[in-house]
């Protein structure tokens, strides 16, 4: 996947950014030592199971359990592209792929450890108590999505056909977005929430969070997040107990939302190539917490925070960064001449 680069996503929504930015700008609070390294930030043991010709290696992960049997059912593979013509096995594997900031000081890149956007005051993130008589509070942060193929920054495995040749570069930033600050202006383009901001779908959602919680997702409730909430709308306005728990949500949306903009694929179940993915699989991502407290664990979409969030909000942090693992599937062979 092609991630749009900086530079135009600023173009485009630099008649945005020019109204929201009219007040005299100012340092935000962006730590300096949040730079991505992916030695020591990237929780390795998240690569397993790695499924190799059928076999599988390493511990055994509930989520990829239907993912690892498309490798298992059957091990050998052919895949043509264009005149090349290659023959092999199939390995699958998670890759950490991609990155995804969560911030409540807007224009905070963790990865790149700077302030690139001051916004004197605009477009900062926030906490509210809802006054509902449901005990609930709403949060509202800044989304930032990378393309980090770590394998390819370390230069690893480079051999592999389905490892990906892009570079480090920045797919997303929410600041320049409408649709994000108001899920009123989300909802004019994205008309099917509606279809989803009802009992009934409520109530499907009841399901996911079951499944989430044994390590599990219903990869057809797509508008659910099990236990994160909804995707719907998709705007960085999220219903929270647990902040650590917002965060993954609203990274998760992003996910989500990078596929509603047609940026998001998948590799094929034949692992041949990779394919448009419009509307995500949820079980093929996990996601790893890297900043503020590195997480022990890599979790699947929707698990709740009591299970893994526990002492992972230092004092004082309100920016997080997660890596995201994807489900490769990969013909490893030889080509012909």
Not at 59 to 74: F, T
Not at 94 to 119: F, K, Q, Y
Not at 177 to 189: E, R
Request: net charge positive.
């Amino acid at each position: 996947m092609k991630g749009l680069s900086l530079r135009r996503l600023l173009a485009l929504g630099c008649g945005f950014a020019a109204l929201a930015l009219a007040a005299p700008a100012h340092a935000s609070k962006c730590e300096a030592g949040t730079v991505f390294n992916p030695i020591t930030k990237v929780r390795w043991n998240c690569i397993f199971p790695i499924t190799i010709g059928g076999v599988k290696v390493g511990p055994s992960d509930p989520l990829g359990k239907a993912l690892d049997a498309q490798s298992a059912s059957k091990p050998l593979c052919a895949c043509r592209k264009g005149v090349t013509f290659w023959f092999g096995v199939k390995v699958s594997f998670w890759s950490p792929n991609r990155m995804v900031d969560v911030v409540t000081e807007p224009g905070c890149m963790m990865a790149l450890g700077a302030d690139i956007m001051p916004t004197g005051g605009k477009l900062q993130g926030s906490q509210s108590s809802l006054a509902d008589g449901t005990n609930t509070r709403k949060m509202f942060a800044q989304m930032h999505y990378y393309i980090a193929p770590v394998w390819k920054m370390l230069d690893m495995f480079t051999d592999l056909p389905c490892i990906e040749d892009d570079g480090f570069d920045v797919a997303l930033i929410t600041e320049v977005l409408p649709t994000w600050q108001s899920a009123t202006l989300g909802a004019i383009i994205q008309p099917e929430a509606i279809l989803f901001g009802n009992p009934a779908a409520g109530l499907a959602c009841m399901a996911d969070s079951a499944a989430a919680a044994a390590g599990k997702v219903v990869d057809p409730l797509f508008w659910c997040m099990g236990s994160w909430g909804a995707t719907y709308p998709i705007a960085g306005d999220i219903h929270f107990g647990d902040s650590v728990e917002a965060w993954a949500g609203l990274a998760a949306r992003g996910v989500f939302m990078m596929g509603r903009l047609g940026a998001l694929t998948v590799s094929s179940a034949d692992g041949c190539s990779f394919i448009p993915q419009p509307v995500w699989t949820k079980s093929r991502y996990k996601f790893q917490l890297m900043e503020p407290v590195k997480g022990s664990q890599c979790v699947n979409v929707g698990r709740p925070g009591a299970l893994w969030t526990s002492a992972k909000h230092a004092p004082g942090k309100d920016n997080a960064q997660f890596m995201l693992f994807e489900k490769t599937i990969c013909c490893a062979g030889v080509s012909t001449p």
